[in-house]
């Protein structure tokens, strides 16, 4: 006899009451989900992984969302702003290697000599790559000339999380003031959507005051904004930050990653044809984390290629995976590891986002 569960899974729309029935299923009725999600991921985007070297570039940020390691007040963040010429090196490594794809990231400095840095080092990846490294940036909130520059320059995907979708969590997790405006926030992806981008957002699990009307109400945003990508993962918290005195209020860590994980699937579910991360803090609760994510819906990874020694500075997060290693390192683990999914690795494919492929 079919259950509620495999009722709710054949349809082909979920209201907000059958997202949140979906996110508190059991151990047995959650297997169900992720088997719908990995059939769904195999024939709408193919059992197919692909890489984006990730280039933590700087740790210097002007903000102070109260649950990040980076933030601004955290005097005990070794603040580091790595070189060009190491960027570039570390670029040279994605290509040789055939990564496809790099994403460089940064604490949030917005300025006009930082605009043009970033500018400059769009010219020269695709200079160094025979134009043939796709480009995701995650930046931060940017006027929109700025995101019209970097995508003239080679830009073509931008990350920029929402962090949650319900304006009064986001002022728990944020100071509420005019550099960290909701509405600002929202603001910024609907113009990068405009300008061209593949747009990508995403959302933190298991923060303290976050309940799962909430979660179903962020799949049902990302669904609505008709997002390109996907980057969401466990929240973890960090001792030097003003959230780490609501500790006490959250789920246990393997509750939060389970629940990451059916986050992905109904996304998956919900979404089928976009790109969706197996985000690295996934790896800071369980060594296997993100490859249970590929085998439940996702199918982008972001090797870490962050020279080693800025790396442990990179900190938004307790326990972050790789950060004693180099990107050599990463690059033999990981290919072990996706051959542990049965996934293939998309090797030298920029590996778009199909669903935006549709879209424009
Ligand atoms: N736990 C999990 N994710 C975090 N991020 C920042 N701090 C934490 C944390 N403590 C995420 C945010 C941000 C991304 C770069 O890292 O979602 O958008
Ligand atoms: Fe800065 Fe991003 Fe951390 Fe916020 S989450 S403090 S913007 S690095
Ligand atoms: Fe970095 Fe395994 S992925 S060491």
């Known amino acids: 006899m079919e259950t509620k569960i495999d009722e709710i899974l054949n349809q082909n729309t979920f209201s907000k009451a059958d997202l949140i029935s979906l996110l508190q299923t059991d151990k047995e009725t959650r297997n169900k989900i992720f088997t719908q999600a990995a059939k769904i991921k195999a024939e709408y985007v193919g059992k197919k992984v692909y890489y984006r070297g990730l280039i933590e570039m700087s740790n210097i940020c002007s903000k102070n969302c109260y649950y990040c390691g980076i933030r601004l007040d955290n005097k005990n963040a070794n603040r580091y702003d790595i070189s060009d010429s190491e960027i570039l090196d570390a670029v040279k490594f994605a290509y040789e290697s055939n990564y496809g794809s790099v994403v460089l990231q940064a604490g949030e400095i917005s300025s006009p000599t930082f605009t043009k840095r970033i500018s400059n080092l769009l010219k020269q990846i695709k200079d160094i790559s025979n ?5 995701t940036i995650s930046l ?6 700025v995101y019209q520059e970097w995508f003239e320059n080679g830009a073509h995907r931008y990350l920029l999380r929402i962090e949650s979708s319900n304006p009064d969590l986001y002022y728990k997790i944020h100071p509420q003031n005019k550099k960290h405006d909701f509405e600002t926030r929202m603001a910024c992806l609907k113009s990068l959507q405009k300008i061209g981008y593949q747009t990508g957002t995403g959302v933190m699990i298991g923060l303290p005051f976050q309940s799962y009307e909430d979660l179903a109400n962020d799949l049902l945003f990302m669904r609505d904004f008709d997002i390109d990508m996907c980057g969401m993962g466990p929240y973890i918290e960090h001792v030097d930050t003003p959230l780490y005195q609501y500790k006490d209020l959250l789920m246990p860590i393997d509750d939060r990653f389970t629940l990451t994980l059916k986050m992905i699937a109904l996304l998956r579910i919900i979404m089928k044809d976009i790109n969706i991360a197996a985000a690295t803090a996934l790896q800071a609760i369980d060594p296997i984390g993100r490859e249970k994510a590929i085998k439940v819906g996702a199918n982008i ?17 307790e326990n972050k995976p790789c950060t004693n290693e180099e990107a050599a390192d990463c690059t033999n683990c990981m290919e072990i590891r996706i051959g542990i999914t049965g996934d293939d690795i998309g090797y030298g494919e920029w590996g778009d986002s199909k669903h935006f492929e549709k879209r424009v």
Not at 131 to 135: A, F
Not at 140 to 145: I, K, L, M, N, S
């Open 131 to 135: 134009n043939e490294l796709g480009i």
């Open 140 to 145: 931060g909130e940017q006027p929109d000339e």
């Open 301 to 317: 990874i972001m090797p870490n290629i962050t020279p080693g020694m800025y790396r442990d500075n990179y900190k938004l997060y």
